[in-house]
């Protein structure tokens, strides 16, 4: 794998870009791997790469039925941010975090990581309580995080409206190195260093079955092209986990939702950090390109559908013209859903499963993008050593029938 740097490009200029090699190989897939792991989105591949860089595991197939990062990993609003108030939680997507801060030099590879500072909107005198505390349990936990006054989110945040008759700005929980990144990137920055330790990344390659041996353990996949043989299979594929676990021969206790978004035509620079409106239930960044990205709620009924919806989009919007009036001088460019996967306490599920040596990473509701780095981070040592190690220890299934949960919807008034 060449290494990409100011050399290269002008080595490249130089001879009419004809020396770049493809970022990631297709090959067909071998008969068996050590590893197989089911979904190339952003929690798949960083899974891959850690049992890779991490455990010199490589013998290992990323399967995707689709395209390689062509689900949630493509279709979100690339927040990032670790300001949780459990310990479990708040412990995973700060090590996500810290991984996003380094990802680009780590991978060799431009994810575009922007910590230009996430602030979590008070708009009611109970999520002025309810972020003091969250900003008092992050000091405890490492987590740099601070309540602000309306002068100070007004300071941040020039074209917001602090006094909206309905929704009055009080205050709010600001992360000054939370931010985004390219969603794209991201998924790319691990494929093409996955293939370069030798992983195969087999796209278009759908999951229609999962073999047992007779110890009990997997012992490996039927696909679209062919049976593949594993000695351990990983599943993380999102809003379809209930599918694949079927298969293997267990359910899940999560359910599929659509999650919409939607982004405004292109505009001048006006706002440069992320905002989140938990009250009216909207959030919003601008992009590199100009655009307003904003997020609303997850549709109120099961489904697996990609496409929006007006209702959302007016919902959500409709909330936020009081809080940025300007929103509603912008024409929506387009709109998109995501499938996501919901548990009773909106926190991701990092576990074995009933079937032998298969494990699963799902879950991850609203709040997948921020976490990539820590999941597959926490998911390769799990699956790698063939226990979880702190990092997922409290995300196990078996918190569901002890009575565990590590409820943030309550935690934080709404599941992001």
Same mark, same amino acid.
């Given at each position: 794998?060449?290494?990409?740097?100011?050399? +290269?490009?002008?080595?490249?200029?130089?001879?009419?870009?004809?020396?770049?090699?493809?970022?990631?190989?297709?090959?067909?897939?071998?008969?068996?791997?050590?590893?197989?792991?089911?979904? +190339?989105?952003?929690?798949?591949?960083?899974?891959?790469?850690?049992?890779?860089?991490?455990?010199?595991?490589?013998?290992?197939?990323?399967?995707?039925?689709?395209?390689?990062?062509?689900?949630?990993?493509?279709?979100?609003?690339?927040?990032?941010?670790?300001?949780?108030?459990?310990?479990?939680?708040?412990?995973?997507?700060?090590?996500?975090?810290?991984?996003?801060?380094?990802?680009?030099?780590?991978?060799?590879?431009?994810?575009?990581?922007?910590?230009?500072?996430?602030?979590?909107?008070?708009?009611?005198?109970?999520?002025?309580?309810?972020?003091?505390?969250?900003?008092?349990?992050?000091?405890?936990?490492?987590?740099?995080?601070?309540?602000?006054?309306?002068?100070?989110?007004?300071?941040?945040?020039?074209?917001?409206?602090?006094?909206?008759?309905?929704?009055?700005?009080?205050?709010?929980?600001?992360?000054?190195?939370?931010?985004?990144?390219?969603?794209?990137?991201?998924?790319?920055?691990?494929?093409?260093?996955?293939?370069?330790?030798?992983?195969?990344?087999?796209?278009?390659?759908?999951?229609?079955?999962?073999?047992?041996?007779?110890?009990?353990?997997?012992?490996?996949?039927?696909?679209?092209?062919?049976?593949?043989?594993?000695?351990?299979?990983?599943?993380?594929?999102?809003?379809?986990?209930?599918? *694949?676990?079927?298969?293997?021969?267990?359910?899940?206790?999560?359910?599929?939702? +659509?999650?919409?978004? *939607?982004?405004?035509?292109?505009?001048?620079?006006?706002?440069?950090?992320?905002?989140?409106?938990?009250?009216?239930?909207?959030?919003?960044?601008?992009?590199?390109?100009?655009?307003?990205?904003?997020?609303?709620?997850?549709?109120?009924?099961?489904?697996?559908?990609?496409?929006?919806?007006?209702?959302?989009?007016?919902?959500?919007?409709?909330?936020?013209?009081?809080?940025?009036?300007?929103?509603?001088?912008?024409?929506?460019?387009?709109?998109?859903?995501?499938?996501?996967?919901?548990?009773?306490?909106?926190?991701?599920?990092?576990?074995?499963?009933?079937?032998?040596?298969?494990?699963?990473?799902?879950?991850?509701?609203?709040?997948?993008?921020?976490?990539?780095?820590?999941?597959?981070?926490?998911?390769?040592?799990?699956?790698?050593?063939?226990?979880?190690?702190?990092?997922?220890?409290?995300?196990?299934?078996?918190?569901?029938?002890?009575?565990?949960?590590?409820?943030?919807?309550?935690?934080?008034?709404?599941?992001?």
């Amino acid at each position: 794998m060449k290494r990409y740097s100011a050399f +290269a490009i002008a080595r490249e200029a130089a001879r009419h870009h004809t020396g770049w090699e493809r970022a990631w190989r297709s090959p067909k897939p071998k008969d068996r791997y050590d590893v197989v792991i089911v979904g +190339a989105g952003g929690h798949g591949l960083a899974t891959a790469y850690y049992l890779g860089k991490n455990f010199g595991i490589t013998n290992v197939a990323i399967i995707e039925k689709g395209w390689l990062g062509g689900g949630n990993t493509g279709r979100n609003t690339t927040i990032i941010r670790s300001n949780y108030l459990q310990d479990d939680s708040a412990a995973i997507y700060e090590k996500a975090r810290s991984l996003y801060e380094g990802l680009s030099q780590d991978l060799n590879y431009n994810i575009m990581f922007s910590p230009r500072g996430v602030i979590m909107l008070a708009q009611t005198e109970h999520e002025v309580r309810g972020y003091k505390r969250t900003a008092h349990a992050n000091a405890h936990q490492g987590v740099t995080t601070e309540y602000i006054t309306p002068e100070r989110v007004k300071e941040l945040v020039p074209i917001i409206n602090l006094h909206g008759p309905r929704y009055p700005v009080l205050g709010g929980l600001y992360q000054a190195r939370g931010g985004t990144a390219r969603h794209d990137a991201v998924a790319w920055g691990y494929a093409r260093a996955c293939s370069g330790m030798g992983m195969d990344i087999i796209q278009q390659c759908e999951v229609t079955g999962v073999e047992t041996g007779a110890d009990g353990n997997v012992s490996g996949v039927q696909t679209t092209k062919g049976r593949i043989g594993c000695g351990k299979l990983g599943i993380v594929v999102a809003g379809h986990s209930g599918v *694949l676990a079927q298969m293997a021969g267990f359910r899940l206790p999560i359910e599929s939702v +659509a999650l919409q978004a *939607l982004v405004s035509e292109p505009i001048k620079p006006c706002m440069d950090v992320v905002v989140m409106a938990n009250t009216v239930h909207g959030y919003m960044s601008q992009s590199d390109k100009g655009e307003m990205v904003i997020g609303g709620g997850a549709d109120g009924y099961n489904n697996y559908t990609q496409r929006g919806s007006f209702h959302h989009v007016e919902e959500t919007v409709r909330s936020l013209v009081e809080t940025f009036p300007m929103v509603s001088r912008l024409k929506m460019l387009r709109q998109w859903g995501g499938i996501v996967d919901m548990t009773g306490d909106r926190s991701p599920i990092i576990s074995r499963t009933p079937l032998g040596n298969c494990f699963i990473n799902c879950g991850w509701g609203t709040g997948g993008f921020k976490a990539i780095p820590g999941s597959g981070w926490a998911m390769a040592d799990m699956m790698a050593k063939g226990t979880p190690g702190p990092l997922a220890k409290g995300f196990g299934l078996d918190r569901f029938r002890e009575g565990r949960f590590i409820d943030e919807s309550v935690a934080a008034g709404v599941a992001h």
